[in-house]
């Protein structure tokens, strides 16, 4: 007798796949005819399609090119300019240098600057021994009993205070008064120079720039 003959086959174990036969109507997993292949599948699909189209319309803003508008905008920057005096074999000689303003410290700061850094050939300076330390300024009056009395101010002494070792030559002296009277004559009535250390401090008095007229270089007209 024969034996009936089985309709299917179950997989066989520690195999990854069904036998010779599977079970009617059946499909594999890997079918892509599958309904959930299908669906998986369109919806990959559908998702690919809308990041492509993001990107490529931007949410709705057309892409454009780099546009070049030119250099940025730059902020301007006009110095001020003030007169100081160097030396051209040992005449005082008037030369105009840019200064951050032109305040009474800033002024003699750039004094002493230009003499170690000649703006013109064949200038040099007389204070290139010594340092500008500090200024002060005071009320100045030709009545010494009521200096605090605003009635009888007359403008203001300029004390410039500096270091440095040696004496301070008739030649520094002028740069120094003939500079800031050049510059401050409405408000600056005096000046008095004061070396302070090393050693004794020393003060030189109240000076003016037209005492120093012998050294004005030929064609220069000194401040008063």
Known sequence: ??????????AAPGRGRLGSYALPGARRLSDPAAPGTRR?????WFACLLATALVLCGCGISPTDVQ???HPPVISYSP???TVYLLRDGKLEPVKVPVVSDSAKNII?????AGKQPPKAGLTSALN???HYDTKTTRYSD??????????????????????????????LAQITCTIRQNKQESIWSVEVTRLFPGTPETMGDRGCFEYRNLAAPGVRLPP
């Open 1 to 10: 007798m024969r034996r009936p003959t089985r309709p299917y086959a179950l």
């Open 40 to 44: 998986r599948t369109g919806a990959r």
């Open 68 to 70: 070049d508008y030119g």
């Open 80 to 82: 001020t300019w003030v």
């Open 109 to 113: 700061d750039t004094l002493f600057r």
């Open 129 to 131: 021994d010594f340092s």
């Open 143 to 172: 009545n010494t009993d009521q200096r605090n009395e605003p009635d009888d101010n007359l403008g203001y002494r300029l004390n410039v205070i500096i270091t440095g070792e040696g004496k301070v030559s008739k030649e520094a």
